[in-house]
């Protein structure tokens, strides 16, 4: 694969130049760099019509060979982690050992999806009838994936619709196209052609996935307003929806914690990708017999944390992906200043690159918008609390019910609290895992559906009861 060819979309297992382009913009200059395709119209209308000609077949392959696939297409991605790192960073920001990461973990992703499989209930099996359920696939899955981690994200939806005997259109975001389109092409060599077509396209192209009626079902990480969106054009015509959307996500640590232990795992926990993780603590309460002593830690790793162009030695927090974001975020901290509220910021480059300081907004009110609101940038509202039952009120007390964490050394206690927090993950004394086996799911305006471990798989399935009388 030579990552300095023009970049090509997949469509029915061949090449496929755009009609027009699209810029692709490296956010640690502002300045384009490449070019992509930009779907047109037709383009989409061929991609889905290859891969409903391509369901017919890949439906009927047994599902340990679909498996098999999966997993050799895992295995591919991890060959060529290093060599398509430096791509993502470009188009993406995050530093170049960190980009490698998200592809070789992707892969290995894929190979963990690979590992499900949809259960048979047998309901009855006795002289009178044989009663049982079995889980058959949906159709042609349309797959858009964000720009914070476009990698990952594609894969998260791409493995298990094609496990599940799903044919896939593929959409990476019109910010971070490049990585993805690179992967159609690899996986040229294993799937059949029409079964992974990716696309890739300006804000238009989204909606003509969303309302196309070739599509069974749709599965969408982005916004919540985005989201809500979707879900409206995919009511026209009752396509399946997975919808993993916006978080504000609170951690609550208790006055036990090793502060020195603890410090560094919640400074990443909200700041790697600088900030621009779904399930990133976006609200840090602490306790007050503590909250100086975990500020003053914050303030000190975020001063020696570098920031800057992902290429460059060194660097651990790169760029906000783009500059519609990058407003958005200083518009936030614009507002946090005119409003006297305290922050604490590290030094950030001063260049044409969308870069954001590291910020610890100290103490605001609960009802300021860098609390209330998820900035998805490097701003960090720390509050301080005295009472269990008010902190779990007050971090339960927002739309977004996505991840959420509890930090202290009794785990009982944390457990107890853990089982109060209205989100769809919680982790104790840590942050940010995931695995291919474990579901996912956001609460409230958190996201629709499931994604991960089996209930994920089940997202791109339909039941079938069997009813066979015997006598």
Same mark, same amino acid.
């Given at each position: 694969?030579?990552?300095?060819?023009?970049?090509?979309?997949?469509?029915?297992?061949?090449? !496929?130049?755009?009609?027009?382009?699209?810029?692709?913009?490296?956010?640690?200059?502002?300045?384009?760099?490449?070019?992509?395709?930009?779907?047109?119209?037709?383009?989409?209308?061929?991609?889905?019509?290859?891969?409903?000609?391509?369901?017919? !077949?890949?439906?009927? !392959?047994?599902? @340990?060979?679909?498996?098999?696939?999966?997993?050799?297409?895992?295995?591919?991605?991890?060959?060529?982690?290093?060599?398509?790192?430096?791509?993502?960073?470009?188009?993406?920001?995050?530093?170049?050992?960190?980009?490698?990461?998200?592809?070789?973990?992707?892969?290995?992703?894929?190979?963990?999806?690979?590992?499900?499989?949809?259960?048979?209930?047998?309901?009855?099996?006795?002289?009178?009838?044989?009663?049982?359920?079995?889980?058959?696939?949906?159709?042609?899955?349309?797959?858009?994936?964000?720009?914070?981690?476009?990698?990952?994200?594609?894969?998260?939806?791409?493995?298990?619709?094609?496990?599940?005997?799903?044919?896939?259109?593929?959409?990476?975001?019109?910010?971070?196209?490049?990585?993805?389109?690179?992967?159609?092409?690899?996986?040229?060599?294993?799937?059949?052609?029409?079964?992974?077509?990716?696309?890739?396209?300006?804000?238009?192209?989204?909606?003509?996935?969303?309302?196309?009626?070739?599509? @069974?079902?749709?599965?969408?990480?982005?916004?919540?307003?985005?989201?809500?969106?979707?879900?409206?054009?995919?009511? $026209?015509?009752? $396509?399946?929806?997975?919808?993993?959307?916006?978080?504000?996500?609170?951690?609550?640590?208790?006055?036990?914690?090793?502060?020195?232990?603890?410090?560094?795992?919640?400074?990443?926990?909200?700041?790697?990708?600088?900030?621009?993780?779904?399930?990133?603590?976006?609200?840090?309460?602490?306790?007050?017999?503590?909250?100086?002593?975990?500020?003053?830690?914050?303030?000190?790793?975020?001063?020696?944390?570098?920031?800057?162009?992902?290429?460059?030695?060194?660097?651990?927090?790169?760029?906000?992906?783009?500059?519609?974001?990058?407003?958005?975020?200083?518009?936030?901290?614009?507002?946090?200043?005119?409003?006297?509220?305290?922050?604490?910021?590290?030094?950030?480059?001063?260049?044409?690159?969308?870069?954001?300081?590291?910020?610890?907004?100290?103490?605001?009110?609960?009802?300021?918008?860098?609390?209330?609101?998820? @900035?998805?940038?490097?701003?960090?509202?720390?509050?301080?609390?005295?009472?269990?039952?008010?902190?779990?009120?007050?971090?339960?007390?927002?739309?977004?019910?996505?991840?959420?964490?509890?930090?202290?050394?009794?785990?009982?206690?944390?457990?107890?609290?853990?089982?109060?927090?209205?989100?769809?993950?919680?982790?104790?004394?840590?942050?940010?895992?995931?695995?291919?086996?474990?579901?996912?799911?956001?609460?409230?305006?958190?996201?629709?559906?499931?994604?991960?471990?089996?209930?994920?798989?089940?997202?791109?399935?339909?039941?079938? @009861?069997?009813?066979?009388?015997?006598?």
């Amino acid at each position: 694969m030579n990552l300095n060819d023009a970049y090509m979309m997949t469509i029915d297992g061949a090449l !496929t130049a755009g009609e027009t382009t699209i810029d692709v913009i490296n956010p640690a200059t502002g300045a384009v760099f490449a070019a992509a395709p930009d779907c047109s119209k037709a383009q989409l209308d061929a991609a889905v019509e290859a891969a409903g000609r391509a369901f017919r !077949t890949w439906r009927k !392959t047994p599902i @340990a060979e679909r498996q098999a696939l999966v997993a050799k297409a895992g295995d591919l991605l991890i060959a060529n982690a290093d060599e398509m790192a430096r791509l993502l960073t470009r188009e993406q920001g995050r530093p170049v050992d960190a980009a490698k990461i998200e592809i070789a973990r992707a892969g290995a992703w894929m190979k963990g999806v690979a590992e499900l499989t949809p259960p048979v209930h047998v309901l009855e099996d006795s002289p009178v009838q044989l009663v049982e359920v079995r889980y058959m696939p949906l159709g042609v899955v349309c797959a858009i994936a964000p720009w914070n981690f476009p990698v990952s994200q594609s894969m998260w939806k791409a493995a298990p619709a094609l496990v599940a005997g799903n044919t896939v259109v593929l959409k990476p975001s019109p910010f971070t196209p490049l990585c993805t389109l690179k992967i159609g092409e690899l996986f040229q060599s294993i799937f059949p052609p029409g079964v992974l077509n990716v696309i890739s396209g300006g804000d238009a192209l989204g909606p003509m996935m969303t309302s196309h009626p070739g599509f @069974a079902k749709i599965s969408f990480t982005g916004s919540t307003a985005t989201g809500k969106s979707v879900m409206e054009s995919a009511s $026209k015509d009752l $396509k399946r929806l997975t919808l993993e959307l916006g978080g504000n996500d609170a951690a609550i640590v208790l006055p036990d914690v090793d502060l020195d232990a603890v410090a560094p795992k919640i400074f990443f926990g909200a700041f790697y990708n600088s900030a621009q993780i779904c399930v990133a603590t976006k609200r840090l309460y602490v306790h007050e017999d503590i909250y100086d002593g975990l500020r003053d830690r914050l303030v000190a790793i975020a001063n020696a944390t570098k920031m800057g162009d992902g290429a460059e030695q060194g660097v651990m927090l790169g760029p906000i992906q783009n500059k519609r974001q990058f407003d958005r975020v200083m518009a936030l901290l614009d507002e946090a200043r005119k409003s006297g509220l305290v922050l604490l910021q590290s030094a950030a480059p001063a260049t044409g690159g969308y870069f954001v300081p590291v910020t610890i907004v100290d103490n605001p009110p609960e009802d300021s918008r860098v609390v209330r609101e998820e @900035a998805f940038g490097p701003i960090l509202p720390m509050l301080k609390f005295s009472n269990i039952d008010d902190v779990i009120d007050r971090a339960n007390a927002s739309e977004y019910g996505l991840g959420g964490s509890v930090w202290s050394k009794d785990a009982d206690k944390a457990m107890e609290i853990a089982r109060r927090m209205e989100t769809g993950t919680v982790w104790i004394n840590q942050n940010l895992s995931l695995r291919p086996d474990a579901p996912f799911a956001g609460h409230k305006h958190s996201g629709f559906g499931v994604e991960n471990g089996l209930e994920g798989l089940l997202e791109y399935m339909a039941p079938q @009861a069997v009813h066979v009388a015997r006598s």
